[in-house]
């Protein structure tokens, strides 16, 4: 019986502070500034999430690196051609690197505008 009472005391009391917070809470109507920016965000934030969900499902790399060297003895050991491909790829790399500090040292040695005068 007291605890029944004790409950229903309790009861009314929030009810109380419900109504009291109800009536000092007015709604307000957004400007249309912050709808705008608020719409931008969420949509913004959808695409973020849906890129992430894209990238989650994705393939890994380390599962391709793993699978590397069986998959590099299968392309160049198919055919000779291939393997003519990858010397070409390797000269072209080397005479482009021998080109890059070849210039970067050419500079270097150039003496500055500020040195000539």
């Known amino acids: ?10 009861r009314i009391t929030w009810l109380t502070l419900v109504r009291g917070i109800a009536e000092l809470l ?5 400007r249309a500034e912050f709808r705008a920016e608020l719409h931008r965000g969420l949509v913004a934030g959808a695409r973020r999430l ?10 890994r790399l380390h599962y391709a690196l793993a699978d590397w060297p069986a998959y590099a003895t299968q392309w160049f050991g198919e055919s000779p051609d291939r393997q003519w491909i990858l010397g070409a790829a390797a000269i072209g790399s080397a005479a482009s690197l021998i080109g890059v500090m070849a210039y970067v040292l050419r500079r270097r040695a150039r003496p500055t505008q500020a040195t000539r005068d």
């Open 26 to 30: 007015v709604p307000v109507c957004p």
């Open 50 to 59: 849906q890129a992430q969900q894209k990238l989650a499902s994705a393939p």
């Open 1 to 10: 019986m007291v605890k029944n009472m004790v409950q229903e005391t309790n």
